[in-house]
């Protein structure tokens, strides 16, 4: 009798219990609403450039494209040149050389190609400051070189508009309030968290879902299996057996559902607009 009165008084505790500890982290962490997009247009200093860029019977803008995988679209808008590419760290090299270009003013195949070596390198740089600057900031140690590169990828990617940088540092702040609130390890709840999208940066390389992805990496650079397997339950495919791997998704769930993280889609804002006429 007494077992089952414990059981009932802890099943009707539990809700409140854990809307407490959330609202209690949600309040604590106060980050920007908006997030930096993916830069996909270059504005041109004047509409002349438009003609050195692509040169001589298109040598330039063949070189250019030849040299940073980015297809490179020129048309009627004036001041501007789009950069179109899946990969948006090719995407952030062609930008860059372009800029560069520009200021320069010369602008030949032999110029492109070196302009594009040197931006290489430097998104290269930037890609893994952004790793160190988010685990610094977080204030976890310990995570191997690979992962925090792989990291800094995800500076230059967008879910629904969300930056996954921006994202995954917003949810480690909350993953260590409320890992510290239920008396589960911080400092996994935290790296797991930080690390729970890295499959993303990779994705179009190896193939399987990001999680997946994720939680292999952190097995192959020698990362712990509670890591690993919160890294890799943070959807609904693999059941969360760790204390860590449930605040990883719960977090993952307030950083994307709260007002303004994330694109609405068309879809979404006609079905609200119907439920809002209906009323």
């Known amino acids: 009798g007494l077992v089952n009165k414990l059981q009932h008084d802890t099943m009707e505790d539990a809700e409140e219990q854990a809307q407490a500890i959330i609202l209690t982290a949600?309040?604590?962490?106060?980050?920007?609403?908006?997030?930096?997009?993916?830069?996909?247009?270059?504005?041109?200093?004047?509409?002349?450039?438009?003609g050195r860029i692509i040169g001589k019977e298109g040598r330039n803008?063949?070189?250019?494209?030849?040299?940073?995988?980015?297809?490179?679209?020129?048309?009627?808008?004036?001041?501007?040149?789009?950069?179109?590419?899946?990969?948006?760290?090719?995407?952030?090299?062609?930008?860059?050389?372009?800029?560069?270009?520009?200021?320069?003013?010369?602008?030949?195949?032999?110029r492109i190609e070196e302009v594009v070596e040197k931006a290489s390198k430097q998104i290269e740089k930037e890609v893994v400051r952004a790793g160190e600057d988010a685990a610094r900031e977080v204030g976890v140690v310990g995570i191997p070189k690979d992962m925090l590169?792989?990291?800094g990828e995800l500076k230059y990617r967008t879910s629904y508009g969300q930056n996954v940088l921006m994202h995954s540092t917003e949810m480690a702040h909350m993953a260590g309030l409320i890992a510290e609130e239920i008396g589960a390890n911080v400092q996994t709840a935290k790296i797991a968290t930080l690390l729970h999208d890295?499959?993303?940066?990779?994705?179009?390389?190896?193939?399987?879902?990001?999680?997946?992805?994720g939680a292999e990496l952190a097995r192959k650079y020698g990362m712990s299996d509670e890591i690993a397997h919160a890294i890799e339950a943070h959807h609904d495919d693999i059941d969360a057996t760790t204390p860590e791997a449930v605040v990883v998704r719960i977090v993952d769930a307030i950083s994307a559902a709260r007002p303004g993280a994330r694109n609405i889609s068309a879809e979404n804002f006609i079905e609200r607009m119907r439920d809002l006429e209906n009323v």
Do not use: C, N, W, Y
């Open 149 to 151: 590169k792989l990291l």
């Open 26 to 50: 949600m309040e604590r962490m106060a980050s920007e609403v908006t997030a930096e997009r993916t830069v996909t247009a270059v504005k041109l200093t004047d509409d002349e450039m438009k």
């Open 198 to 213: 890295v499959g993303k940066a990779v994705t179009h390389k190896i193939e399987g879902k990001h999680h997946h992805i």
């Open 61 to 110: 803008i063949q070189a250019l494209q030849r040299a940073t995988g980015v297809d490179i679209l020129v048309d009627d808008t004036p001041g501007m040149i789009i950069l179109s590419s899946f990969d948006p760290i090719r995407r952030q090299v062609a930008r860059l050389s372009l800029e560069t270009l520009m200021k320069d003013g010369r602008i030949h195949p032999g």
